[in-house]
């Protein structure tokens, strides 16, 4: 198994049958071109020192990794270890690929940079990564999103991005994608579409994950120069999975490394009340790729929920439908009320508010660390800063937390 794992994807965008490119011919010309500018820039020595400058003077990086003494005490067992994402500039991981692909959008002579955004944490990134390299930006977002979302509408805009207004259909995410979709194909000479996760068709999951990649490098030797060690357990959360697949892919030759990605599992297993596409999908495909999803005979997707909205996708990253089969990594749910949980805790025995996503990788650390010795590690991506999620967390929980 051992060169395996980064030979993947294979020139078709392969990791074993998933992932690929499911799209109309008109596009696959212009991925075809993206493919190939992306090769060329990746052993780049030009396109990486730019980009490293970037991580470090830019985004704040490496982002440190904190051991967690209060929360590990509590739990009474393995000892947790925080990947502090969070403290990146933006606050969370998605600066890492967005800087990545707007510098490959400028590299292809590109003038502008769009996306579709649900929550609009991917475009407040992906904005704040144009602002700075001086790229026009468009931020296709459902109408009742960008109600629901104001403080991430203003943000972008004060970052110089146009935020469009899609009123049709569900006026949310879903046709959001089509909307973007449909300016991207009106124009893909000047265009570029920066998907937000390792999903979508080749090359994105693979380009996504190159980017988010940093993650899993600085982990493994900071890691070793803390403890003296790999770390037993690495825990992430999986939305799209693009923090998942940067902090495992640096480990995933190290056997006895064992992974987890957490799923959300919301108000229940009940179909429309969770977004567990790994553990309660099939294969299928969907937005131009071959994964796991939850979808509809028709190949619809199925009505999706969590509480942490970056997390509600009704497919995943293709890689981690690969890692599934392979048993490489084990996927496990947890749901609504365990993140709540987790996210208080985390807030208040150790003073660090995390992202809703974020606590759903940190409430199953708390579930396992209980089970295990006090000399087993864990270590979880703290993919984001939960400033975003305070008020909607206080009016609908705080009830029960004494606020
Ligand atoms: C978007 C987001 C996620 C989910 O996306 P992945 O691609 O699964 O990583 C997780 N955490 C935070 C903080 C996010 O903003």
Redesign the pocket.
């Known amino acids: 198994m051992s060169s395996s794992f980064s030979r993947l994807p294979d020139t078709q965008g392969y990791f074993g049958e998933y992932g690929g490119r499911y799209v109309p011919p008109q596009l696959e010309k212009v991925l075809q071109e993206i493919t190939e500018a992306y090769e060329k820039i990746r052993n780049d020595e030009s396109f990486q020192k730019e980009l490293d400058y970037l991580y470090k003077q830019y985004a704040g990086r490496p982002s440190p990794i904190f051991h967690a003494k209060t929360l590990s005490e509590r739990c009474g067992g393995a000892q947790i270890y925080l990947k502090r994402?969070?403290l990146n500039h933006t606050?969370?991981?998605?600066i890492n690929h967005c800087l990545g692909e707007v510098l490959l959008a400028k590299r292809m002579g590109k003038k502008k940079v769009i996306a579709e955004t649900g929550?609009g944490?991917?475009g407040v990134?992906l904005a704040t990564a144009a602002a700075l390299l001086n790229m026009e930006c468009d931020i296709y977002m459902g109408d009742i999103d960008m109600e629901k979302e104001h403080p991430n509408v203003t943000r972008m805009r004060i970052l110089g991005a146009k935020v469009i207004p899609v009123v049709r259909g569900t006026r949310t995410l879903k046709d959001a994608v089509d909307a973007a979709f449909e300016a991207y194909l009106a124009d893909p000479e000047t265009i570029f579409y920066a998907i937000?996760?390792?999903?979508g068709p080749h090359p994105f999951p693979m380009m996504?994950r190159d980017f988010?990649s940093i993650v899993g490098k600085e982990a493994r030797e900071q890691f070793q120069e803390m403890t003296g060690k790999l770390p037993d357990y690495l825990i992430?959360?999986?939305?799209?999975?693009?923090?998942?697949?940067?902090l495992f892919n640096a480990f995933l030759e190290d056997k006895e490394v064992r992974m987890y990605g957490v799923e959300p599992s919301g108000l229940s297993l009940n179909e429309g009340e969770h977004a567990a596409s790994l553990t309660l999908g099939k294969p299928g495909v969907m937005h131009g790729f071959k994964s796991y999803m939850l979808q509809d005979e028709e190949g619809n997707p199925l009505r999706v929920y969590s509480v942490?909205?970056?997390?509600d996708?009704p497919s995943?990253?293709p890689q981690h439908s690969f890692l599934k089969d392979i048993k490489r990594v084990e996927y496990v749910t947890v749901n609504d009320q365990e993140a709540i949980d987790a996210f208080f805790e985390l807030s208040r025995v150790e003073g660090i508010i995390?992202?809703?996503?974020?606590a759903h990788a940190v409430a199953y650390a708390m579930k396992v660390a209980p089970t295990l010795p006090k000399t087993t590690t864990l270590l979880i991506?703290l993919?984001?800063?939960g400033d975003?999620d305070i008020e909607f967390v206080v009016n609908k929980y705080g009830k029960n937390y004494g606020l």
Do not use: F, I, T
């Open positions: 994402e969070d606050g969370a991981h998605k929550a944490q991917h990134a937000g996760s390792v999903v996504v988010q992430a959360c999986v939305g799209g999975g693009s923090n998942a697949m940067g942490a909205s970056g997390l996708y995943v990253g995390p992202a809703l996503e974020s991506n993919s984001g800063r975003k």
